[in-house]
């Protein structure tokens, strides 16, 4: 019977064939210890000269590094593996031979494996990663289905910037000047107009020459957008959320939390509400720590949110930023009309900004002077202005970037191995 590595469970004690890649071995005269893989899962198989003939055997003794084959074999009970079963190897079918296999069992420096990274990604650091970015995926749609939101693809190529106008990507759309998008948002605020709660899920780009652990310059962002929602309505659905991933991947990623040595002591403690702390109050916390230089008005930086973060051991709001640096479109704060309704949401243990949202602005003459204010185009903002003309209404939205979600959660330490194929200022290959 065909199966697979992870499916293998289900036939224990039975003989199955599975089609699989070497990924290690060690062997001795009497015995070869196979690490196979099949991207399913990882698994050892045995193969026993004693029973096997010996052509069988010296096959799979000299199986090399990431050699195909299909491996028929029974699968036994194994308590010392972790997924609890193995192969006693009876017969090996090479498919293709693999010669010097370029990633070795031994150190590689960082852009080596980055040149190589559609090899790369067959690792099992690398492999469980991924299986953690798409438990979060599955939970994002999960939580957003359950919870009466209707999926809305915002457009990638755009003619206006919703983040402000020097982080775009250009490009040509015949004879007119196009942007990569660099958030959905605007669209979605339609959405919202159009199906109440909305959330879209996609590639967003930003020409930001930054090269830090939390940059990339291609991201996926989950944007929520939700009608008749004020700025506190949307901060719970935040932290619900963000608790429902956690919870997900401590739940269905046991093993690729294992594989990647990832302590999960913090992200156990993961649960609503969250603690929350104001700009002005997170200045003030900032000056008594080591940052004496910090000014009301500047913007934190990573060392910031790190002390910032690491003060409560969990994901933290800080709300109330100062107006003049967020963007255009923020709902002023009745209680100081110098800051804004949004929050930032802060992940521990140095992981950074995860998410961004805000109350948005819905009274039409005071989005008109924002626009102004900060040197836009009104005419490419029309459609946005109509939200506003037309029944306008309370609402919020947040962007959450699924690379540093899925960083903090796996507990790598930069986001570029957060994405199977990541595009970082100096990288566009492979
Ligand atoms: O804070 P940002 O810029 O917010 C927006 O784009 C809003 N329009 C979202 C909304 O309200 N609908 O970006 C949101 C999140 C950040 O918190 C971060 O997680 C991620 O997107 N992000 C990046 N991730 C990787 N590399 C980058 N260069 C990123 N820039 C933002
Ligand atoms: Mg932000």
Redo the contacts with the bound molecule.
Sequence with gaps: MKTTIKQAKQHIGQEVTIGAWLHNKRSSGKIAFLQLRDGTGFMQGVAVKSELDEETFQLAKDLTQETSFYITGTITEDDRSDIGYEMQVKSIEVISESHDYPITPKDHGTEFLMDHRHLWLRSRKQHAVMIIRNEIIRATYEFFNEHGFTKIDPPILTASA??GTSELFQTQYFDQDAYLS??G?LY?EAAAMAYNKVFSFGPTF?A?K?KTR???IE?W?I?PEMAFCNHEESLEVQEQYVTHIVQSVLKNCELELKALDRDTTNLEKVATPFPRITYDDAVEFLKEQRFEDIEWGEDFGAPHETAIANHFDLPVFITNYPTKIKPFYMQPNPENEDTVLCA?LIAPEGYG??????ERINDLSLLEQRIDEYGLDADSYDYYLDLRRYGSVPHS?????L??TVAWISGVEH?RETSPFPRLLNRLYP
Excluded at 353 to 358: K, M
């Design positions: 919703p983040e660099q958030s948002q979605m930003r930001e930054s939390r940059h990339l991201f962002m944007e930032d900004e995860i998410i961004g949202g805000s939205g947040f962007g959450l970037g690379e540093r986001v």
